[in-house]
């Protein structure tokens, strides 16, 4: 079954098909990057007018290098929620009319979902195949959130009370003046540095708390960067390097999500585990999590480089999966904020 996928949800304008397996036959993302790194980050509304600018034509060439037509398509699938409600609208209100206009079946994708269906997907490498129950693990711009998963359910068992993880990495990228997106910055100017070089706090929260706060950490860097009270525009005088700042940094959220996703494997006895979204894009947080994780799960799985960061690919993998279900949408279909 081949499903057209399109997501929406934030700043990536992408479509893709799958075929099973689900095996990528095409894909492209268009990232806005470029529109809102002089802001720092994502304005809605620049980025819903540049999905509407977009997304029509990102679809035609998705279809031209899958060397498809509109006939050889089984499905619609979209990202209908969480995001930016703007932005979701854009996908959601094209998707009902191509599937009106081409008399294919609509599927309404939750965009977490698909994060965590991502690893599966066989693209330039071969997907990981991987049934529940697990633990599931959302590292995103938007999300930091723990899921016992199970056949046909989905629980959420933790979640970040602040920033989430991505956010955390661009927010700490601005104050070190490394522009946006944060993340793959970070990662970058961490190469140079030592992560033991800043004694910076890692929040566990309660003893047996499963959820995250990042805020007192990227306080803690801003403070180190700029001083105490962080009256100083750039470094003071004595601040760390930023090689050394970056490094510590990924090192403390390194250490905070090893503690936490072992502290889940504990709590609910599940022996496998699948990560997904931006943050795991990250190879530094990637080996350490395989790495360290080894002893407490049988099964850590990671989504492919070109499926971790918002996707085409992983909408229609999970739209593949409801079709499979039977569970198509109609086209009183809304886009929803929240998840
Ligand atoms: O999943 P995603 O593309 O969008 C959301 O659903 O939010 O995640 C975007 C987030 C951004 O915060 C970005 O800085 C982060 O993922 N990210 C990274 C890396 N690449 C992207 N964070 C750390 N290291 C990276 N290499
Ligand atoms: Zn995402």
Known sequence: MRVLGIETSCDE?????????????????????????????????????????????????????ANLRPGDLDAIAVAHRPGLIGALLVGVCTAKALAWAWNLPLLAVDHLEAHLEAPRITGRTQGVAVAPPFLGVVLSGGHTDLYRVEDGARVCIGATQDDAVGEAFDKVAT???????????????????????VPLPRSLL?????????????????????????????????????????????????????????????????????????????????ERLERELAADADLVVF?????????????????????????????????????
């Open 175 to 197: 104050v070190l003046g490394l522009g946006y997106p944060g993340g793959p910055r970070i990662e970058r100017e961490a190469l140079a540095g030592d992560p033991n070089a």
């Open 303 to 339: 989504p492919a480089p070109e499926f971790s960061t918002d996707n085409g690919a992983m909408i229609a993998a999970m739209g593949q999966r409801l079709l499979r279900e039977g569970r198509v949408a109609n086209f009183y279909l809304d886009a929803e904020p929240t998840s």
């Open 206 to 286: 309660g003893r047996d708390s499963l959820d995250f706060s990042f805020s007192g950490l990227k306080t803690a860097v801003l403070y180190a960067w700029r001083g105490p009270k962080a009256l100083s525009a750039g470094p003071v005088d004595g601040a760390p390097s930023r090689p050394d700042l970056a490094a510590s940094f990924q090192a403390a959220v390194g250490d905070v999500l090893v503690a936490k996703v072992k502290r889940a494997l504990a709590h609910t006895g599940l022996r496998t585990v699948v990560f997904g979204g931006g943050v795991t894009a990250n190879r530094y947080l990637r």
């Open 13 to 65: 304008t992408s479509a893709a098909v799958v075929d099973d397996g689900p095996r990528l036959l095409g894909q492209i993302v268009l990232s806005q990057a470029r529109l809102h790194e002089r802001y720092g980050g994502v304005v809605p509304e620049i980025a819903c007018r540049s999905h509407v600018e977009n997304l029509t034509t990102v679809i035609e060439r998705t279809l031209a290098a």
